[in-house]
């Protein structure tokens, strides 16, 4: 099943099937026809915001039944998706709506406005680059201590180390890297250089509005961060008012509870039983980052939203229910959450 998702114009999103979710795409251009129309191009959510103009073409591109190369079948394993919220758009829908339905009464068409995804009750977010700008501050210092050592800090031992306890992360950038020390003395290093920058760490894009908002709306908000309690402690320091807003921390690295870090689910597993209804873990959202995070939520049988960072390889983000560039482009109400005011 594919979809082609819009905010003012369609692009594609291919449907979660079990633990296998998707992320955003677009092929309508802005210039061109329906029989130039390419809807096999790949972009992120926020460059899907095309002319009005071409929402014409999509819907001719749908009807026809266009897809990506590599998927078969026919009209039905598309799903369009309208932004039929702005007033200006409404012809376009139904004449969208109708020519697919004229075509394969099995194609759907909806409004993303709406929920499209499985209705969660509860959001657990991630700290370390989702909540925090935390991951540049790693970043250098893994770079500074490999950099001393002739040794490489690579984006692919990055995205393994992302998301881990610091132990873990300590072995695998040792052992990646092949550095002339132990992960014990790599953690001591690490320690010492990062916390003279994490007491001043500051919010990522959108972080602080969306907190805000689930509370306000009295949506239950925890975090579950790979970070022990102590370093926890000094990044948050300067943003106490807004961490008191959600309902409990998980620590990773120093909770008993915690058995295994992600890309185990324990860490997600615990967070959700300590909200104080106890969810079903499929009642659950995740937000994260890390390519080690997203799969530890799938694992717990969570839905996730991820925000890469950009130099994350493609195919680690392939597990995703939904991926997005920035907090700033998450939509709640695609989730069964009340909107953004």
Do not use: W
């Amino acid at each position: 099943m594919r979809i082609c998702a819009s905010s003012t114009a369609p692009s594609r999103v291919p449907v979660a099937k079990a633990h296998q979710p998707p992320s955003l795409h677009s092929g309508i251009p802005a210039t061109g026809d329906c029989k130039n129309v390419d809807l096999s191009v790949p972009v992120h959510a926020h460059n899907c915001r095309f002319p009005v103009k071409n929402f014409v073409r999509a819907a001719c591109a749908c009807a026809r039944g266009s897809r990506p190369e590599g998927v078969g079948g026919g009209a039905r394993d598309l799903l369009l998706l309208c932004d039929c919220s702005l007033p200006r758009i409404h012809g376009r829908f139904d004449l969208c709506k109708s020519s697919c339905s004229r075509r394969d009464p099995g194609m759907r068409v909806a409004c993303p406005a709406k929920q499209i995804f499985q209705k969660v009750t509860h959001v657990i977010f991630d700290l370390d680059g989702l909540l925090l700008d935390t991951e540049s501050i790693y970043k250098k210092v893994f770079s500074d201590i490999a950099q001393r050592h002739g040794k490489v800090y690579t984006a692919e031992t990055r995205g393994k180390v992302i998301g881990t306890t610091e132990d873990v992360g300590a072995r695998i950038a040792v052992e990646e890297m092949q550095l002339p020390m132990s992960p014990e003395d790599f953690l001591k290093e690490y320690k010492a250089a990062a916390d003279k920058s994490l007491h001043t760490v500051g919010l990522m894009p959108g972080a602080e509005r969306l907190v805000r908002h689930f509370h306000t709306k009295q949506i239950p908000i925890a975090v579950a961060t790979s970070s022990g309690q102590d370093t926890y402690d000094i990044k948050v320091e300067h943003h106490k008012s807004l961490f008191s807003l959600f309902s409990h921390v998980v620590t990773g690295g120093t909770d008993p509870e915690v058995k295994s870090g992600k890309p185990s689910p324990d860490i997600f597993l615990v967070c959700a039983r300590r909200f104080k209804d106890s969810p079903k873990p499929e009642q659950c959202l995740v937000l994260e980052d890390a390519p080690n995070g997203v799969q530890a939520a799938v694992k717990a049988g969570m839905q996730v939203v991820m925000v890469p960072d950009k130099q994350i390889e493609e195919k680690a983000t392939k597990l995703a229910t939904l991926k997005l560039n920035s907090l700033e482009e998450f939509r709640p109400e695609m989730f069964g959450l009340p909107p953004l005011e």
